[in-house]
Nanobody
Framework: VQLQASGGGLVQTGGSLRLSCAVS????????MGWFRQAPGKEREFVAG????????RHADSVKGRFTISRENAKNMVYLQMNSLKPEDAAVYYC?????????????????WGQGTQVTVSS
């Protein structure tokens, strides 16, 4: 499985961004896709996940109501819509994939990782 993340950039506090993750090499519908982020000096943390076949989602408490993960089956794309961005949301965002049906929330749950995309939020 290959993952290609894009869509990061510089945005003002309160602004929005949509991150995209292109998925290739997937041969099964039994996949979970996740978004993680890592700020300088901090551990990589779970942001949101989606079970590919059912569309079930899970979001970290810190982003609930502001971020939304979604997928587009026909295009093999996963998105993270980020609204009401705060300075503390600034980080490198990574998309990840795991084989299975439950949405893991730790780094070790995911076997496949894309390169990161930088999100910067100006105050």
């Amino acid at each position: 499985v290959q993952l290609q993340a894009s869509g990061g950039g510089l945005v003002q506090t309160g602004g929005s961004l949509r991150l995209s993750c292109a998925v290739s090499g997937r041969t099964s519908s039994r996949y979970v896709m996740g978004w993680f982020r890592q700020a300088p000096g901090k551990e990589r943390e779970f942001v949101a996940g989606i079970e590919w076949s059912s569309g079930a989602t899970r979001h970290a408490d810190s982003v609930k109501g502001r971020f939304t993960i979604s997928r587009e089956n026909a295009k093999n794309m996963v998105y993270l819509q980020m609204n009401s961005l705060k300075p503390e949301d600034a980080a490198v965002y990574y998309c990840a994939a795991r084989i299975g049906l439950w949405i893991g929330v730790v780094v070790d749950d995911y076997a496949y990782w894309g390169q990161g995309t930088q999100v910067t939020v100006s105050s």
